[in-house]
C-alpha cells in the first residue's frame, strides 16, 4: 500500500469512550502531524513529529493523546471527547519538516455524541 | 500573528474560463506558499510550491505567482474542466522555537460549470 492511510475512516463515540486513530505512511518520511478540520473552519495543526520526536503541541486539550512509535505510524488517542471535537482528523507526512510539501491521508470523520 | 485570507468563499465559472483565486497574507515575511487542492471528504492534496524569489511557477494548466512586496499570491487555472471542481488552499509556513509547520487559509471551493 502506498502513501498515508488512516483508519478507522468514520468513528462514532460517546463522550465517556476510549478511542485510538491509527495512521501509517509509506513514504519513508521523517516528520508526521494531525491536523482537525471543522466545518467553515481553516486546517488546524494539533501535533508535529519529526524524527518520532514531538516538535509541536499546538495548545491541544488533553483529551487528545499523541504517540509516535516509530517514523512511519501515528497514533492519536481520544478520551472524554466533547461533541465539538467532532471533525474531520486528518494526519500527513512529509520527508522533514518545512519546506516539504505534505502528504495527506483521507482522514477520520469522528462525530462525538 | 500571521493571518491568511482566501477571500473568496466559493467561485462559480463556465468550463473553458480561466479560475483565479486569492491568497493574502499579514504580519509575515514567509520564504515560501503552497497550494493544495481538497475534495469533499479527502485529505488535501499538494499541487505546487513557489519561493519567495521565483515571481511565477507553472504545471500544466496551472500557474502560481508571488508578490512579497502586496503580500499576495494568484492561483490560475486555465482552461477549466468540471473536475476541477474541488477547494483549493494556500498554505504557508510559520516558525517557532519548536520548528516550522504549515498555516492553511480557509480555501476557496471552485465550481466549474459545463
Known amino acids: 500500500e502506498t502513501g498515508v492511510t488512516q483508519t478507522p475512516r468514520h468513528l462514532v463515540m460517546g463522550m465517556t469512550n476510549k478511542k485510538s486513530l491509527k495512521c501509517e505512511q509509506h513514504l519513508g518520511h521523517n516528520a508526521m502531524y494531525w491536523y482537525k478540520q471543522s466545518a467553515k473552519k481553516p486546517l488546524e495543526l494539533m501535533f508535529v513529529y519529526n524524527f518520532k520526536e514531538q516538535t509541536e503541541n499546538n495548545s491541544v486539550p488533553s483529551r487528545f493523546s499523541p504517540e509516535c512509535p516509530n517514523s512511519s505510524h501515528l497514533f492519536l488517542h481520544l478520551h472524554t471527547l466533547q461533541p465539538e471535537d467532532s471533525a474531520l482528523y486528518l494526519c500527513?507526512?512529509?520527508?522533514?519538516?518545512?519546506?516539504?510539501?505534505?502528504?495527506f491521508g483521507p482522514g477520520t470523520r469522528l462525530t462525538v455524541t | 500573528s500571521q493571518k491568511i485570507e482566501q477571500n473568496s468563499e466559493a467561485l462559480n465559472i463556465q468550463e473553458g474560463k480561466t479560475a483565479t483565486l486569492t491568497c493574502n497574507y499579514t504580519?509575515?515575511?514567509?520564504?515560501?506558499l503552497q497550494w493544495y487542492r481538497q475534495d469533499p471528504g479527502r485529505g488535501p492534496v499538494f499541487l505546487l510550491l513557489?519561493?519567495?524569489?521565483?515571481k511565477e511557477k507553472r504545471k500544466e494548466r496551472l500557474k502560481v505567482t508571488f508578490d512579497t512586496t502586496l503580500k499576495q499570491s494568484l492561483f490560475h487555472i486555465t482552461a477549466s474542466q468540471p473536475a476541477d471542481s474541488a477547494t483549493y488552499l494556500c498554505?504557508?509556513?510559520?516558525?517557532?522555537?519548536?520548528?516550522?509547520?504549515?498555516?492553511f487559509g480557509k480555501g476557496t471551493t471552485l465550481s466549474v460549470s459545463s
Open positions: 504580519n509575515y515575511s514567509p520564504a515560501y
Open positions: 513557489i519561493r519567495e524569489n521565483e
Open positions: 500527513a507526512s512529509s520527508q522533514d519538516l518545512q519546506p516539504y510539501e505534505q502528504y
Open positions: 498554505a504557508l509556513p510559520y516558525f517557532n522555537q519548536a520548528g516550522t509547520a504549515l498555516i
